[in-house]
């Protein structure tokens, strides 16, 4: 199966849906993907002062939770879609978001300690070039930790019948969300996402499953 998505097509969907997006979100996971992505960055080991940028951040979730276990950490949120960062933007006073392709960023080699990316990967449409991008600005012993859906199994399968359902009851926009889940389909799963990571020049730290594995992190080091 492919799956329609030129940047320009990524970026509209993400301004069209930006102001449902939170609420979708709780609604789907039920809150729980705040609680993953909360217990994720307890991996990552932030010291003051560490330069952490947050790749395809949406409404700032993770560059929030971020800000929060480490408030002395200078901590960016990046995305392509203005609609997504101007909630962000709303949301989180303190935290720097800037409009960014993570495709092609302006950030010089060796910038950052660590970079986050959370649902995002899957929703690019040239992830090769992000991953070689964030190889690029990440420091030699920098990590990137990825966050997506994980194992295509019995539970993943409800999700994906019950996600447009949640979106049409609350009108949210139902054709986006079957893209979304076409989208997590065709997405790789942890293992193989794991040998294209290495491909970029990634090696692998560790990997957690939550959620019967339909949810995976993975961090990487360069
Ligand atoms: C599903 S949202 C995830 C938002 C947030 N990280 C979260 O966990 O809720 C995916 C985000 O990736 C962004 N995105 C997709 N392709 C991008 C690109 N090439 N450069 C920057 N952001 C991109 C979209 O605009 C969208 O905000």
Do not use: W
Not at 121 to 141: C, D, F, M, Q
Not at 153 to 168: D, E, Q, R
């Amino acid at each position: 199966m492919t799956v329609f998505k030129t940047p320009e097509y990524i970026q509209n969907l993400f301004n069209t849906i930006a102001e449902k997006y939170d609420f979708m979100n709780n609604a789907m996971s039920f809150g729980l993907h705040k609680f993953v992505k909360k217990d994720c960055i307890t991996f990552l080991d932030i010291n003051p002062h560490d330069k952490v940028l947050d790749a395809c951040t949406g409404t700032g979730d993770i560059a929030e939770l971020i800000k929060k276990s480490q408030p002395l950490a200078e901590i960016i949120g990046a995305d392509f879609s203005e609609n997504m960062l101007d909630i962000a933007r709303i949301k989180n006073k303190k935290i720097e978001f800037i409009f960014t392709d993570i495709t092609n960023t302006n950030f010089p080699d060796n910038t950052f300690h660590f970079v986050t990316m959370g649902f995002g990967l899957r929703n690019i449409s040239n992830p090769e070039k992000a991953l070689t991008e964030v190889y690029r600005i990440l420091k030699p012993g920098g990590k990137f930790l990825h966050l997506d859906f994980g194992r295509k199994n019995f539970v993943s399968k409800i999700f994906n019948i019950l996600v447009p359902l949640v979106a049409k009851m609350f009108k949210g926009d139902s054709d986006s969300y079957s893209y979304l889940i076409k989208s997590k389909t065709v997405f790789p799963e942890p293992e193989e996402l794991i040998k294209d990571f290495e491909k970029s020049g990634f090696n692998f730290v560790m990997r957690k499953d939550y959620l019967f594995g339909v949810i995976s992190m993975q961090i990487m080091k360069k």
